[in-house]
């Protein structure tokens, strides 16, 4: 009799769990799986608000299986499609000369499409901390971190011009021991007529590498050791404007900077030294064009052409605000810095994109 007992409450047990009627104890999580179709983002500096090329975004579920990689395009962009179904889904992100960084996939991030939207933001990692490319000599390693790519720098050709140069792609070339040159955008450059960004200014590279190169070619040279101010561009405020889902630049969108004359004696960084549009706009009719401590002077217009971008040239050092007016069907979603510090009038190059969402 025991027995079958026995067996009728195994066999009970057996067709109510066939039923999907089970105890708790054995009913899978609520929400740590669930079906992903697309998975977009873009991944920016914490610190600049630019974005990041060559960012390993990989996707692993909960028992650390490797589910897809994905790298960012030189927007910082990344998509991937028919994802499918996910299981406690973690994202981690490695990239060189920032730290790696890892979060959980939120199933409630999904819209009504089965999409999510991530912008993560990575932290660089901090001189200091950085290790060294052993299959680099110290003298390449160290030149080539001046040349960051959608940076610029200036070529000397003579005291009344150098040439500014948009950094596409960047190699130091070692010609000979401890002598090199540098390829930018494929072609060579003499590292005696290289000026990079430096504090504010344009330094020689030559003279900040003097002590590892064999000879002292800034010194017979006779360049001077920083860029004269006469011989830069002007400041160049500029971005582009996607769209968030396809990646795509959209062309038409209105873009406004604002321009504030800042009270010098004040700390550039003060959060009260920032106005927004609303602001702007409320007092811009003021005769004494003034509010507090801020000046503001007429505001410029921009829009984007059919790659989607924008630019602005600055003269003057000041704080400045970006804004944009999306077309029609489209609404903002802004990547990137929107106040913009300017200390120098000449030679800042500041990028600052939108992404705009139907």
């Known amino acids: 009799m025991f ?15 066939q039923s999907g009627i089970i105890s708790a104890s054995k009913f899978p999580e609520e929400g740590i799986e669930f079906k992903l179709n697309t998975l977009t983002g873009l991944v920016t500096d914490s610190i600049t608000g630019q974005p990041i090329e060559d960012v390993y975004v990989n996707i692993y579920t909960g028992n650390k299986i ?3 990689t994905l790298i960012s395009d030189e927007n910082g962009y990344f998509s991937k499609n028919n ?11 490695s990239a ?16 009504s499409s089965s ?20 299959e680099k ?19 000397y050709i003579n005291q009344n011009y150098a040439e500014r140069v948009i950094i596409s792609s960047a ?15 494929n072609k060579m450059y003499d590292v005696t007529k290289c000026y990079v960004p430096q504090d504010g200014k344009y330094e020689n590279l030559s003279y900040i590498l003097h002590s590892l190169l064999d000879e002292p070619v800034f010194k017979n040279s006779k360049y001077p050791i920083y860029l004269s101010e006469s011989l830069l561009d002007p400041t160049v405020i500029f971005g582009t404007v996607f769209n968030s889902i396809t990646n795509g630049p959209i062309t038409g969108a209105e873009i406004i900077l604002t321009e504030s004359t800042i009270d010098h004696l004040n700390n550039f960084n003060s959060s009260d030294q920032i106005i927004s549009m609303d602001r702007y706009n409320s007092r811009k009719k003021n005769v004494k064009q003034s509010y507090g401590k801020q ?14 971008r924008f630019a602005f040239i600055i003269n003057n050092p000041g704080t400045y605000e970006l804004d944009i007016r999306p077309p029609e069907g489209l609404k903002q979603n802004r990547i990137g810095n929107s106040n913009i510090v300017v200390q120098y009038g000449r030679g800042g190059w500041y990028q600052s994109n939108f992404y705009l969402e139907p």
């Open 3 to 17: 027995r079958f007992i026995t067996f009728v409450l195994l066999s009970s047990s057996f067709l109510i769990g």
């Open 66 to 68: 490797l589910k897809h």
């Open 83 to 93: 994802i499918g179904y996910l299981w406690k889904p973690k994202i981690h992100m």
């Open 96 to 111: 060189d000369l920032y730290k790696e960084k890892s979060f959980s996939l939120d199933p409630s991030l999904l819209d």
């Open 115 to 134: 999409n999510i939207r991530i912008n993560p933001e990575i932290v660089p990692i901090p001189d200091n901390e950085r290790v060294q490319n052993l």
């Open 137 to 155: 000599s110290t003298l390449k390693a160290r030149a080539e971190t001046f040349f960051i790519k959608g940076n610029i720098f200036y070529n």
């Open 171 to 185: 190699k130091a070339i070692e010609l000979r021991p401890k002598h090199i040159a540098m390829r930018i955008n």
């Open 295 to 308: 000046k503001y002077n007429t505001y410029k217009r921009r829009v984007s052409d059919q790659s989607g």
